[in-house]
């Protein structure tokens, strides 16, 4: 008798209760069903929140290691990869000019357009160029940036210049070193000799 009562009054209230009322019937619902049935019908508690870990004096450490790495200057990046040329391909634009040292991003995208890429390390700026000879030349045209200002740019592209003195001008020619695994740069040709004083 008292299942047919709770299922009738189960009826009438979702009859005549709107959709917010009905769930709150079958709450109801189902929590009498469950007293019949002997069934407990406690939910289980929301867990525990994770409490962060106590500052101990080897996490101090530790962050200030992080933090001495940072503070480094990093290596440059590499040069883009991906479709890695076999061979040269000529580069023709309208966007050449000469970069400056000091200038902002912004301004070296509007004499030489936007690059093939961009790197960012820390406080530099990498932005890389074609030019036309990245396979020969091994890398593309890069400009350096520091905190958003140019310090150094290795152009090989004759559209390309830069007023400033590059770290890696055209002139100087990469040699092998035999005894490691880096690339070093050849020293400049000695100047050439001065003139003989004219006679009189």
Wanted: aromatic content about 6%.
């Amino acid at each position: 008798m008292r299942r047919s009562t709770l299922a009738i009054c189960a009826l009438l209230t979702v009859a005549t209760l709107g959709c917010k009322q009905v769930d709150t019937a079958k709450g109801k619902l189902k929590l009498a069903w469950d007293k019949l049935r002997g069934r407990s019908s406690q939910t289980t508690p929301p867990p525990q929140p994770v409490r962060p870990a106590p500052d101990t004096a080897a996490a101090r450490v530790a962050a200030a290691q992080g933090q001495q790495t940072q503070t480094q200057r990093p290596r440059p990046p590499a040069a883009p990869t991906g479709n890695t040329p076999t061979q040269d391909v000529p580069y023709v634009s309208d966007d050449t000019g000469t970069v400056n040292p000091g200038m902002s991003e912004r301004e070296v995208y509007e004499i030489w357009a936007a690059p093939a890429a961009v790197r960012r390390v820390g406080e530099y700026t990498y932005l890389f160029f074609r030019n036309g000879c990245e396979y020969t030349c091994g890398t593309m045209d890069v400009v350096t940036l520091k905190d958003g200002r140019v310090v150094d740019a290795i152009v090989r592209w004759d559209g390309h210049k830069y007023s400033g003195e590059s770290s890696s001008p055209p002139g100087r020619v990469p040699f092998a070193n035999p005894g490691g695994d880096t690339l070093q740069m050849a020293p400049p040709p000695p100047p050439p000799p001065p003139p003989p004083p004219a006679s009189p």
